[in-house]
């Protein structure tokens, strides 16, 4: 059997709790095919997050636990939420794959009855990997992902991406790998404009899942503000190339792109 003292090394204790999966893939080799998904919960463990661990030959999923009561409470009025898995595609990808938290169907963004309320989803998504959001137009948030810009091992976020961070000053968590950010602001943004990925940045207000975590970042709010103003200034100085591109004639481009001189918001030039 193998126990939480094999699967964590306590390098780095963070008061965290961690969700450790055990596909039946990654056991069929082992134990024969027929085995029910594993679940292993400990408490004050090791947060060193990484996709995938090789532990004795069998590969195991690891991601941070939802902390319901950390989630801002204007997020649980809404019945936009979903459950996910982690799996990897032909092409060796990691993806996360949208379910209906109780029949376990996929999910559709343009379909609400494969959503359940926030509740729902709660009691649930221990049957999955972690819980989601889905963005869609009724709602007013804006969510900012800084991808691979924190280290697990002792929480060193990127310095460019922490003053995004702070100048947004809203609701900030882990990504469920702990290896990135989310921060959440009810703002607009213009229609162009969605990922940088050079930067590994991405900014949604519709029209996309959104794993949630509730691991909030202790040096940010643990309320969403409202953030019009930044907001539309960060997005439109992050994504400038992506809009110009997006742009279909020069009078957009006039109208959507910052005038000016554009900010140098990335000045250590490195992501961790």
Sequence with gaps: MVTSELLFRPINIIQTNIQVKISKISLSGYFGSNLNNVYINTHSCLCVLTTTLLLGGIHMNTFLEVVRKNIPSPLRMYDQWVCWEHETNQQGENIKNYKHAIRESSASLKSPVTWVDFKTCMKFHYNFDGAGFVTTHNDPFIFWIFDDCRDPSNGEINPDIMNLVNQLNSYTELSPTGTGL???????????????????????????????TGNHLEETPKRIKERFSITDTLHRNIFFNQIERECENSLERKYYLPHGPRPDLFKSNSLI
Excluded: A, M, W
């Design 182 to 212: 989310k921060t959440i602001v009810v703002g607009k943004v213009i229609k162009y404009g969605r990922r940088n990925d050079y930067q590994h940045i991405e900014c949604y207000d519709s029209k996309q899942f959104i794993p949630l």
